[in-house]
């Protein structure tokens, strides 16, 4: 599968394939954040996910994909360093904040610099087109914050610190995205990147969420833990596979951009199964993020 995926790097059908990894990813990593956000202490279901994400990556790690090439581990290590940051502020916003305020604010904030980077590091360049495109998914996701900011009534008292966790979440978005696409093209196996990555990056929250567990005046039971563990690291893998993926087989602004439609379908989860409130304006604005990534993608 490896080779057929690396054949279609730079062809029109790479760039399909890639358009739709980067939509389903989109799509699993609202679910992804969904499941963090849910029920449970969001830094105790980040260590269910990594504890599962290490035992789902390690038999491929070590027995199924190739070995990586030695200038792979400070890829690897760098990787590592920069998820577990992004991680910790992404807890942290979505311990303080509702989840339909940080979310957008989160995904908001990534594409912008991650197209930058893609110019930086890749050469990447936009058509004016595009540009326009950015500008309209922008206006679509940080419109939508704006109004969660001055409409919600949840989470009044600490949204203005989680909103400010949330634009440095959204720059490490950026900054992982860039990193990511940068080592995954460095190794002549993509699948390699993958499975070691997710099982190194899978090693540093479970020690975090263990210590915050024993700390718990009332420590909720593991087992449906376990289980939302297991959900959220297959969602994970598929999900951040897929993105990875994508920008292996095609731009890596295109793809960050493509992802941020995510927002729409956070909105449509906060909804449907956070329960809650999602009014006629916000559905017009999440009607702009889409039509924001229809131009760009039609305009490249």
Known sequence: MSDWLISMEGTAAGHHLAMVLALFAALLHAVFGAIQ??????????GAVDVWLVVLAAPFALFVVPWPEPHMWPLFAGAVVIHVIYK?????????????????????????FAVIGAYLIFGEVFTLIQWLGVAVLLAGI????????VFLIIDRDTLPVALGLAVMTGLLVAFYTTYDAYAIRSTANPFTFLA???MFEGMTMP???AWR????????????L???????????????GSIMLATRLDKVGEAAVL??????????????????TVGPRRIALMVLIALGAVIVEMGG
């Not at 956000?37 to 980040?46: A, I």
């Not at 502020?89 to 957008?104: D, L, R």
């Not at 992802?259 to 956070?274: D, P």
């Open 226 to 240: 376990a289980t939302r563990g297991l959900i959220g690291a297959v969602v994970a893998l598929m999900s951040f």
């Open 196 to 198: 070691w990555f997710f």
């Open 213 to 224: 567990w024993r700390r718990m005046p009332v420590r909720p039971d593991l087992r449906p």
């Open 142 to 149: 940080f419109g939508l914050a704006v109004y969660n900011l």
């Open 207 to 209: 020690w975090v969420a």
């Open 88 to 112: 910790v502020f992404q807890a942290q916003a979505y311990s303080k904040g509702a989840y339909t305020v940080v979310y957008p604010v989160v995904r908001g904030t990534g594409p912008l």
């Open 37 to 46: 956000k849910g029920r449970h202490d969001p830094w105790l279901t980040r």
């Open 259 to 276: 992802r941020e439609t995510s927002v729409v379908f956070a909105a449509l989860i906060g909804w449907l199964v956070l329960h809650e």
